[in-house]
T-cell receptor
Framework: DVVMTQSPLSLPVTLGQPASISCRSS???????????LDWFQQRPGQSPRRLIY???NRDSGVPDRFSGSGSGTDFTLKISRVEAEDVGVYYCMQGTYWPRAFGQGTKVEIK | EVQLVESGGGLVQPGGSLRLSCAASGFTFSKYAMSWVRQAPGKGLEWVSS??????????ADSVKGRFTISRDNSKNTLYLQMNSLRAEDTAVYYCAREWQFDAFGQGTLVTVSS
C-alpha cells in the first residue's frame, strides 16, 4: 500500500506570512492514464473536510488563489502565500492513484 | 448546490450492527462514484469504502473488509454503509464524499462502539 508522509505535523505561522507543507508518497503517483492524483484537503476546527487542490495543482472552485499546489512523482507541496486567520486548521494530502486511498497524517496550521 | 446528508449514527455495542445513509442532492447521483471516509476522535482522515458511479465496482479498506458493505440506490439518490461486527476502533465520525477524489463531503454522522 502507498504511504503518505506529511511534514511538518505542526506549523505555527505569523499572519500575512507564507506557509508550506510537504507531502511525500512511498511510490510514484503517476497513474496509467498519465494523471497524478494527489489532492489537498483543509479541515477547519469543528468542520467537515473540504478539498482545496486536485491533481497536484488545480484549485477547486471558491478556493482563494493564495493556495497553490505543486510537485510531481513522489514529492508534493501545498503553499499558502499569505496566511489569514481563516486558514487555521488541519491540512491533509491524499493519493487517489491506487487502492486503497491514503491520506497523510495531517498538518496542523495555527497562528503564532 | 451539492448536498450530502449523513444519518444513522449512534451508540452500538461491540459486535453490533448499524446502517449509515447518505442522502444526496444537487447533482446527478447515478453518474458519480461515492465514498465513505471516517475520522476517529482526535485523529486524521481514513478512507473506508467507495462505490463506482457507472459500474458496480466496490472497494474497501483492509480494516473493514468482510465486515462493512457499501451500497447505493440511485432511484433514491442515497448511499449506504452496512456495518457489522463493530469494534471499538470503528468509533468515528463517518463522512460520505462525492467522486473518486472527494470533491464534496457531508457533515458527518458519529458512530460510537462501546459497551
Amino acid at each position: 500500500d502507498v504511504v503518505m508522509t506529511q511534514s511538518p505535523l505542526s506549523l505555527p505561522v505569523t499572519l500575512g506570512q507564507p506557509a508550506s507543507i510537504s507531502c511525500r508518497s512511498s511510490q510514484s503517483l503517476v497513474h496509467n492514464d498519465g494523471n497524478t492524483y494527489l489532492d489537498w484537503f483543509q479541515q477547519r476546527p469543528g468542520q467537515s473536510p473540504r478539498r482545496l487542490i486536485y491533481k497536484v495543482s488545480n484549485r477547486d472552485s471558491g478556493v482563494p488563489d493564495r493556495f497553490s499546489g505543486s510537485g510531481s512523482g513522489t514529492d508534493f507541496t501545498l503553499k499558502i502565500s499569505r496566511v489569514e486567520a481563516e486558514d487555521v486548521g488541519v491540512y491533509y494530502c491524499m493519493q487517489g492513484t491506487y487502492w486503497p486511498r491514503a491520506f497523510g497524517q495531517g498538518t496542523k496550521v495555527e497562528i503564532k | 448546490e451539492v448536498q450530502l446528508v449523513e444519518s444513522g449514527g449512534g451508540l452500538v455495542q461491540p459486535g453490533g450492527s448499524l446502517r449509515l445513509s447518505c442522502a444526496a442532492s444537487g447533482f446527478t447521483f447515478s453518474k458519480y462514484a461515492m465514498s465513505w471516509v471516517r475520522q476517529a476522535p482526535g485523529k486524521g482522515l481514513e478512507w473506508v469504502s467507495s462505490f463506482s458511479g457507472t459500474t458496480s465496482n466496490t472497494y474497501y479498506a483492509d480494516s473493514v473488509k468482510g465486515r462493512f458493505t457499501i451500497s447505493r440506490d440511485n432511484s433514491k439518490n442515497t448511499l449506504y454503509l452496512q456495518m457489522n461486527s463493530l469494534r471499538a476502533e470503528d468509533t468515528a465520525v463517518y463522512y460520505c464524499a462525492r467522486e473518486w477524489q472527494f470533491d464534496a463531503f457531508g457533515q458527518g454522522t458519529l458512530v460510537t462502539v462501546s459497551s
